[in-house]
């Protein structure tokens, strides 16, 4: 996660590989490479308002510097949609930062196509007061 730009403690990242591995609904696929991990794929299958079947989000897609362009990512999408298919998914989606433009590029090659903008709101002040 750091990797991605997100600041995660070992703590942390147990923790929550602790609550997604116990809900079934999600996915975690890891590249190993001379026993040491070169990516990662976080995957959630889901109902949705818009569709009769099950949907699936890649929720966090991460290969190490040093394995980029070497064929990990394209290995880690292929098993989470083979995942996906097994599950009846037959649509997925995903979300990436306006400034990852080899990412936007690379999921482009993949096949995959820009929908949308996603927009966030940090509710912790809400739930604060």
Known sequence: MCELGYKTTSAEM???????????RYGSFVAEIDNEIRGMIGTLTHASHE??????KIIAL????????????????????????????????LTTRFEREEAHQFYEALG??????????NLLPILVR
Request: no cysteine.
């Open 51 to 56: 569709y009769n079947d099950p949907s699936g």
């Open 62 to 93: 991460v290969v190490s510097k040093k394995e980029r362009r070497s064929g990990v990512g394209r290995a880690l999408i292929a098993a989470a949609e083979k995942d996906f298919a097994s599950r009846n998914v037959s649509r997925v989606t």
């Open 14 to 24: 147990t923790q929550r590989l602790k609550s997604i591995s116990s809900d079934p």
């Open 112 to 121: 995959y196509s820009r929908t949308g903008f996603r927009f966030a709101k």
